[in-house]
């Protein structure tokens, strides 16, 4: 089957038609700036998860745009974070990357990232993410000592 030259790809690998004349292709609100559409970037909210224990559950919650999900997967740093995907990688498996909700403005996405990590908890208080900081919503994160 040939592909139609005249359609994108989706961020999520389906295809659509092109964008008609002042319509964007990203999701979410858009500002205008005299006759051009800008979109503003979308952010989402995700967790990795943990695939070893069932139901699989969270490890990391986190925000961004684009790919920096997986960002965690590919470069892993020293932390508990980078130590729990090495575990679960040296066990044969792989991490679970599950958007929670996406097609936020940046302040809503940081006030969910924020709130969820009070739900779950980070390791240093007795809960289950690795998080290294702790979040004040539409503050700025602070690192924990």
Do not use: W
Not at 43 to 55: F, G, M, N, W
Not at 110 to 117: P, Q, R
Request: hydrophobic share 35%; proline share 6%.
């Amino acid at each position: 089957m040939t592909p139609n030259p005249s359609l994108h790809r989706t961020r999520y690998g389906g295809l659509r038609p092109p964008p008609r004349s002042g319509e964007t292709l990203a999701l979410g609100p858009s500002i205008t700036l005299g006759e051009m559409r800008v979109a503003e970037t979308s952010y989402c909210v995700y967790a990795l998860k943990d695939p070893r224990s069932s139901p699989a559950m969270p490890f990391y919650i986190g925000k961004g745009t684009g790919v920096r999900a997986h960002d965690h997967l590919v470069r892993l740093d020293v932390s508990r974070k980078g130590d729990r995907i090495r575990e679960i990688h040296a066990a044969g498996h792989k991490v679970l990357v599950s958007t929670m909700v996406d097609s936020l403005r940046e302040a809503q996405a940081m006030k969910l990232e924020a709130e969820l990590i009070a739900a779950f908890g980070t390791e240093e208080t007795g809960g289950i993410l690795t998080n290294a900081v702790v979040l004040t919503g539409l503050g700025k994160k602070s690192s924990v000592c």
